[in-house]
């Protein structure tokens, strides 16, 4: 057995990890995972460029910020495939719920627009908005939604805070709203001091949201171990992505060892069915959070260069020099080469139009067809890359 | 003379902010500032305007440092850049001793090296107590599971507390499990059937 150490931090979409050590994925690939749970995303990126963890789960714009030289000096990092999509919720504090709730909005969890609508109506000062960190799907998915909602870039203030402390925050009124991965939205809820507004899903209907990150160097001299593991990920996925299994993933997730939490807070955000308020409604977001379906971890250097492109405006860097560095972070070329073996529908391009597909879709693939997953985004928002790419 | 260089250390824990800040004070004339309270960290930082902040690697709040390390600007002068990027070595020296290191862009490296080795040597010092600590404590956690486990035998069985260890030990070797595994199984199942 090779052992390999893979950093994470406590969250739901941590499932692919646990579940592919928990039930054999990764024994069945020779591979001894040893599973180091971390308290910051920093630290998780930290920990692979010092070759102390071999590989790691991390917000899926981390890596674009490592390869835009936004971040500390540490060797190259790429993301070989994601680990899943969503599984973030948008949440406002009890006053704001409130005034939402008197002004009529329905709180249907559903609907981007009218949530953005409503909200741009209520607020009157700055909205501050907690988000995981400067680098992260929260916090594009944030910015996209409140830009096409009329909030102006002044109006708003996006302040990085760990998703442990949203809640304290939002009780201490550090912040109004935030946009976390679950479990810690539930948890805000289910401390009285947040309502939940939207799902992420509800802004993009697939929002990447964690990759599976590893240095340049051990992808590339390591081919065995790297393929391993991301088959063993990948058919993790793919057994999460079983409705049935989703309970189970819970239990599991919960345990002492892993998020340490009551598994039905777990339960919530890995089945769809959340409790949006602390009165006790409940709403259903099919596909809240997605792992397989539908080339999920399929990691499109459309996105490194969408999600490149919006950071590189934020801190001022020429933007199309940046989509492309970052398009050569997302390893296409390695998912193709370790996933086919497995039986992965692989695309017939790397790169396509972000934004296009309204609805699932049956498309060529590089033998016979393949279903892509629903990228839509509310407002009709679409993305061509700088260049296609062919790999 | 050199400007005194405004160094602020973020640890929540005094027992282990003071040694740090010892160190730091013999690597040079510095004003060492120590933040303990966490909350609205990103202010107090911004509102000491230090050259460098030091914190635990493991800190969730060194992610709110990282937003500070990105905000600022030229003219701001919070927090600027991480570890000196030139000095890949240095980093990762750091990140093996368990520590973050924000330095103001611009500040010379001759500068930076004897700051960030006394950081490095205490936080080291720390790193090695924490772990030992850790032992420590999953051994005293160990004897505690396998003494339950031994009285529950001892009752279950009517046997004695010799008779009872060598029992726990020849089922763990029998199972190629360690005893503390055999003893955590017993003491659950126990709790199963209400024992």
Same mark, same amino acid.
């Given at each position: 057995?090779?052992?390999?150490?893979?950093?994470?931090?406590?969250?739901?979409?941590?499932?692919?990890?646990?579940?592919?050590?928990?039930?054999?994925?990764?024994?069945?690939?020779?591979?001894?995972?040893?599973?180091?749970?971390?308290?910051?995303?920093?630290?998780?990126?930290?920990?692979?460029?010092?070759?102390?963890?071999?590989?790691?789960?991390?917000?899926?714009?981390?890596?674009?910020?490592?390869?835009?030289?936004?971040?500390?000096?540490?060797?190259?990092?790429?993301?070989?495939?994601?680990?899943?999509?969503?599984?973030?919720?948008?949440?406002?504090?009890?006053?704001?719920?409130?005034?939402?709730?008197?002004?009529?909005?329905?709180? $249907?969890?559903?609907?981007?627009?009218?949530?953005?609508?409503?909200?741009?109506?209520?607020?009157? @000062?700055?909205?501050?908005?907690?988000?995981?960190?400067?680098?992260?799907?929260?916090?594009?998915?944030?910015?996209?939604?409140?830009?096409?909602?009329?909030?102006?870039?002044?109006?708003?203030?996006?302040?990085?805070?760990?998703?442990?402390?949203?809640?304290?925050?939002?009780?201490?009124?550090?912040?109004?709203?935030?946009?976390?991965?679950?479990?810690?939205?539930?948890?805000?809820?289910?401390?009285?001091?947040?309502?939940?507004?939207?799902?992420?899903?509800?802004?993009?209907?697939?929002?990447?949201?964690?990759?599976?990150?590893?240095?340049?160097?051990?992808?590339?001299?390591?081919?065995?171990?790297?393929?391993?593991?991301?088959?063993?990920?990948?058919?993790?996925?793919?057994?999460?992505?079983?409705?049935?299994?989703?309970?189970?993933?819970?239990?599991?997730?919960?345990?002492?060892?892993?998020?340490?939490?009551?598994?039905?807070?777990?339960?919530?955000?890995?089945?769809?069915?959340?409790?949006?308020?602390?009165?006790?409604?409940?709403?259903?977001?099919?596909?809240?959070? #997605?792992?397989?379906?539908?080339? #999920?971890?399929?990691?499109?250097?459309?996105? #490194?260069?969408?999600?490149?492109?919006?950071?590189?405006?934020?801190? @001022?860097?020429?933007?199309?020099?940046?989509?492309?560095?970052?398009?050569?972070?997302?390893?296409?070329?390695?998912?193709?080469?370790?996933?086919?073996?497995?039986? $992965? $529908?692989?695309? @017939? #391009?790397?790169?396509?139009?972000?934004?296009?597909?309204?609805?699932?879709?049956?498309?060529?693939?590089?033998?016979?067809?393949?279903?892509?997953?629903?990228? @839509?985004?509310?407002?009709?928002?679409?993305?061509?890359?700088?260049?296609?790419?062919?790999? | 003379?050199?400007?005194?260089?405004?160094?602020? %250390? +973020?640890?929540?824990?005094?027992?282990?902010?003071?040694?740090?800040?010892?160190?730091?004070?013999? &690597?040079?004339?510095?004003?060492?500032?120590?933040?303990?309270?966490?909350?609205?960290?990103?202010?107090?930082?911004?509102?000491?305007?230090?050259?460098?902040?030091?914190?635990?690697?493991?800190?969730?709040?060194?992610?709110?440092?990282?937003?500070?390390?990105?905000?600022?600007?030229?003219?701001?002068?919070?927090?600027? +850049?991480?570890?000196?990027?030139?000095?890949?070595?240095?980093?990762?020296?750091?990140?093996? &001793?368990?520590?973050? &290191? =924000? +330095?103001?862009?611009?500040?010379?490296?001759?500068?930076?090296?004897?700051?960030?080795?006394?950081?490095?040597?205490?936080?080291?010092?720390?790193?090695?107590?924490?772990?030992?600590?850790?032992?420590?404590?999953?051994?005293?956690?160990?004897?505690?599971?396998?003494?339950?486990?031994?009285?529950?035998?001892?009752?279950?069985?009517?046997?004695?507390?010799?008779?009872? =260890?060598?029992?726990?030990?020849?089922?763990?070797?029998?199972?190629?499990?360690?005893?503390?595994?055999?003893?955590?199984?017993? %003491?659950? &199942?126990?709790?199963?059937?209400?024992?």
């Amino acid at each position: 057995m090779k052992r390999l150490r893979l950093g994470y931090l406590p969250l739901i979409d941590a499932a692919p990890l646990v579940v592919a050590r928990e039930l054999g994925f990764a024994a069945e690939e020779g591979l001894a995972l040893e599973l180091r749970a971390f308290g910051a995303w920093a630290q998780v990126r930290d920990m692979l460029g010092a070759g102390l963890v071999d590989a790691a789960h991390m917000l899926v714009p981390m890596p674009l910020g490592q390869a835009l030289g936004l971040g500390p000096a540490l060797p190259a990092m790429d993301l070989v495939m994601f680990l899943s999509h969503g599984g973030q919720a948008i949440a406002v504090n009890r006053a704001l719920e409130a005034r939402l709730r008197d002004a009529g909005h329905d709180f $249907a969890f559903r609907d981007a627009g009218a949530a953005g609508r409503a909200l741009r109506a209520v607020v009157a @000062g700055r909205l501050r908005v907690g988000v995981p960190f400067p680098f992260s799907t929260q916090l594009e998915l944030t910015s996209l939604w409140l830009s096409a909602s009329g909030f102006a870039p002044a109006a708003v203030e996006l302040v990085t805070l760990p998703p442990p402390m949203m809640a304290d925050a939002m009780a201490s009124g550090e912040v109004d709203a935030f946009c976390v991965g679950e479990p810690w939205a539930s948890v805000a809820v289910e401390r009285g001091v947040a309502a939940l507004l939207l799902p992420g899903t509800a802004i993009w209907r697939a929002p990447p949201e964690k990759g599976l990150v590893l240095r340049r160097d051990f992808a590339e001299t390591r081919p065995e171990e790297t393929g391993a593991l991301m088959r063993a990920l990948w058919r993790a996925g793919r057994w999460l992505d079983a409705p049935e299994h989703r309970g189970t993933a819970a239990e599991i997730l919960s345990r002492a060892e892993y998020l340490d939490l009551p598994p039905v807070l777990a339960e919530r955000g890995l089945t769809g069915r959340l409790m949006i308020a602390p009165a006790g409604h409940m709403r259903a977001a099919p596909d809240f959070v #997605a792992f397989h379906a539908g080339a #999920a971890s399929f990691p499109w250097k459309s996105i #490194a260069a969408l999600i490149a492109g919006r950071i590189a405006r934020r801190h @001022g860097l020429p933007e199309t020099p940046a989509m492309l560095a970052a398009m050569r972070h997302f390893r296409t070329d390695l998912y193709r080469q370790h996933l086919r073996p497995a039986g $992965a $529908a692989l695309p @017939g #391009a790397s790169a396509r139009i972000e934004g296009a597909l309204a609805e699932d879709r049956v498309v060529p693939a590089e033998k016979g067809q393949m279903i892509l997953r629903a990228d @839509g985004f509310f407002d009709g928002f679409s993305f061509e890359p700088p260049l296609p790419s062919r790999n | 003379m050199q400007q005194k260089l405004v160094i602020v %250390v +973020v640890e929540p824990d005094p027992d282990r902010a003071r040694p740090i800040a010892e160190g730091l004070r013999a &690597a040079g004339d510095h004003d060492i500032r120590i933040i303990a309270e966490q909350s609205g960290l990103a202010r107090q930082v911004t509102e000491l305007r230090p050259d460098v902040v030091l914190i635990d690697i493991a800190n969730p709040s060194r992610d709110i440092l990282e937003e500070l390390a990105l905000a600022s600007g030229p003219s701001e002068r919070p927090v600027a +850049v991480f570890v000196d990027r030139s000095d890949e070595p240095l980093t990762r020296a750091a990140i093996e &001793a368990g520590i973050s &290191a =924000y +330095v103001v862009d611009g500040l010379r490296p001759e500068r930076i090296k004897p700051i960030l080795d006394a950081a490095i040597a205490r936080f080291n010092v720390f790193q090695q107590m924490r772990a030992e600590l850790a032992a420590t404590r999953a051994a005293l956690e160990e004897r505690k599971v396998i003494d339950r486990a031994k009285a529950i035998l001892m009752s279950a069985r009517g046997i004695n507390e010799e008779a009872a =260890y060598a029992l726990l030990r020849k089922t763990a070797m029998d199972q190629g499990k360690r005893m503390a595994e055999i003893a955590q199984q017993l %003491v659950m &199942a126990a709790g199963l059937l209400g024992r």
